[in-house]
């Protein structure tokens, strides 16, 4: 489908793993209508999800927590095509303080305010042992984000109008875990 001005919504779906009738339905709830024998236009559904996802805007990002899981995070190459730009990296460490990840200087944790408002950032990633994920938290907060990810294994208090997504690792390795043996079991 890359390349392609025009695709139909029998590739949409096959691509998707629904029904051809479920994906125009649900592509109808969006205002994007397709032509019936022609299909949809690439740029312009693009265009759409793009601006129903969010993506359109570039939303800056603070990574904080630069040990191994921050510094490939930092070093992930996939979140400019998404929107994503991350735009600086704090650690709490004097040894990573200071040193360049990615392109990026590392800067001091209690810096976070002032880096969060010279990047306009409203994206922040925790990525911190869990004692320390609340702290960091409250920080980037009061700086302004309003979007976190977090990698640190416990919950975290926010005000209602900020937004919390977890990733925990060990759990999604659980589920595989789950799914694989059912399967051998079979």
Do not use: N, W
């Not at 695709?7 to 205002?31: H, I, N, W, Y």
């Not at 650690?91 to 969060?116: K, S």
């Not at 926010?158 to 690792?169: G, I, K, L, N, W």
């Amino acid at each position: 489908m890359r390349g392609s001005r025009v695709v139909t919504s029998e590739e949409l779906a096959a691509a998707a793993g629904v029904s051809p009738a479920q994906l125009r339905k649900d592509l109808s709830f969006l205002g994007s209508y397709g032509r019936r024998g022609v299909g949809y236009d690439v740029a312009h559904l693009e265009r759409q999800l793009g601006e129903v996802l969010g993506v359109q805007t570039r939303r800056a990002v603070v990574i904080v927590g630069i040990g191994y899981l921050g510094h490939a995070l930092a070093s992930y190459g996939g979140f400019a095509e998404r929107g994503f730009e991350v735009a600086a990296l704090v650690d709490a460490d004097p040894q990573v303080v200071g040193t360049t990840v990615a392109g990026l200087v590392v800067e001091p944790a209690d810096a976070i305010g002032r880096v969060v408002g010279r990047t306009s950032a409203s994206v922040g990633v925790i990525a911190v042992p869990a004692p320390h994920a609340q702290p960091v938290c409250d920080a980037l907060v009061g700086a302004g984000v309003t979007a976190l990810l977090t990698f640190a294994p416990r919950a975290l208090h926010v005000p209602e109008h900020v937004t919390v997504r977890q990733v925990d690792v060990a759990s999604e390795l659980q589920i595989l875990a789950f799914h694989d043996a059912r399967r051998r079991a079979r």
